[in-house]
């Protein structure tokens, strides 16, 4: 960015494991993220209370907004335009294609196909990585998608010129005309295709929470090696997105040959992960001992069994890790919780699947493997 220029990041983001926050930190940028909801729906009111609050505190040149990877851009563009008396102005939607994995991803969601649809500008990334045949068949795809919008080839090692991505003064989503809000032949396509509930159509998402025994260091704790080994078992196809934080041990210490245990941040992503060591001060493994060790409403009114782990006393135990899963997830559930290598005595699982949900808590202070909890489940649903 031009020397002086000021701009702020509004992130937004599924679960609420702050993983871009804290990448960002450890580079010196101030991110406000946006988590446990969507911008395009759920976190509708408080994206304007988000974008009037960074601009009382830093009035910044520009704000970029990165949302989630299914969220229609559409609703996020009529709230900055309801808010140009408050002197915001939509410049752009810019929208990022995985020349990799964008056929996949695709076809499991309308959402990526609207999104490729309506967007000023699309950045073709990871096309090094594909064949010149492949790259041609994803850019036909998105031509049928979008004739109109320009096509950019954003390279690993050269950053996109603002230059390029400013200044487009877009006309996609004006509160008037044949995009607006209130425009019914716009909204039944939309609607058509359920982008009321387009979360629930095109991706399971898994969280997983574990904890370990404050005062046992060791009991819980994985090895760089084994997790990354259970990483690699993760389909591409399937599991779109991986991020949170582990503690981890044999993490090299820096200027020594000596490993060390520490919390880790993990951001997988379609088959790739990279794996951050973070320092203990920004306390990211420390969460607020109440949230965490209370149910999800929407699971635990009737089923008693799953306030069992909420039972114990918030200084015996200290997260270990937290994890948000997305993709196609259902044959992946086991292999997901129980195939890293660790015996974590006390966890919590929430899972939202597209036809049903599930939670899952277990309380395992004496001796017991992952494997016997596994099928105590599975002996528990025959």
Same mark, same amino acid.
């Not at 996020?76 to 140009?84: K, M, N, S, T």
């Not at 997983?208 to 990483?231: A, I, M």
């Given at each position: ?107 499991? *969601?309308?959402? @990526? ?35 109109? @919008? ?46 009321? *509930? ?70 997988? @992503? ?39 782990? *909420? ?30 290598? @660790? ?40």
């Amino acid at each position: 960015m031009p020397k002086g220029y000021k701009f702020c990041l509004l992130k937004n983001e599924f679960g609420d494991v702050k993983v871009d926050s804290q990448i960002a930190k450890l580079k010196n940028i101030d991110v406000q993220e946006m988590t446990n909801g969507c911008l395009c729906c759920v976190l509708v009111g408080q994206m304007k209370e988000g974008l009037l609050e960074l601009k009382e505190k830093y009035n910044p040149d520009r704000i970029i907004i990165e949302t989630s990877g299914s969220a229609f851009p559409g609703p996020i563009a009529w709230q900055v335009r309801e808010l140009a008396d408050d002197g915001f102005v939509l410049d752009s939607i810019l929208n990022v294609v995985d020349c990799k994995n964008f056929d996949g991803y695709a076809d499991n *969601s309308y959402t @990526a196909q609207l999104q490729a649809k309506y967007t000023d500008l699309v950045l073709l990334t990871k096309h090094e990585g594909v064949s010149e045949r492949d790259l041609d068949r994803v850019i036909d795809r998105v031509n049928d998608l979008n004739t109109d @919008a320009p096509k950019v080839y954003v390279h690993v090692d050269k950053p996109v010129s603002p230059e390029l991505i400013f200044g487009l003064d877009t006309k996609l989503f004006e509160l008037q005309g044949a995009m607006a809000p209130n425009n019914q032949t716009f909204q039944e396509e939309l609607d058509r295709h359920g982008k009321k *509930s387009h979360h629930k159509n095109e991706l399971d998402t898994m969280e997983v929470k574990c904890f370990s025994d404050r005062n046992n260091t060791l009991t819980g704790q994985l090895t760089l090696e084994k997790f990354e080994t259970f990483l690699a078992t993760l389909d591409k196809d399937e599991v779109y997105r991986l991020k949170g934080f582990v503690r981890l041990s044999g993490i090299a210490q820096e200027g020594s040959d000596q490993t060390t245990s520490s919390i880790c941040v993990i951001n997988h @992503a379609f088959g790739k992960w990279t794996i951050t060591p973070v320092p203990e001060k920004l306390n990211v493994a420390h969460e607020d001992e109440e949230k965490r060790t209370q149910c999800h409403d929407e699971h635990c009114h009737d089923e008693h069994h799953h306030h069992h782990a *909420s039972s114990q006393k918030n200084e015996d135990h200290e997260l270990q890790m937290h994890l948000i899963i997305m993709g196609d997830l259902w044959a992946y559930k086991y292999k997901l919780i129980y195939g890293c290598g @660790a015996e974590y005595p006390i966890g919590r699982v929430l899972c939202e699947y597209k036809a049903s949900s599930d939670v899952i808590t277990w309380d395992k202070m004496h001796p017991g493997t992952y494997n016997e909890f596994v099928a105590e489940q599975m002996a528990a649903k025959q």
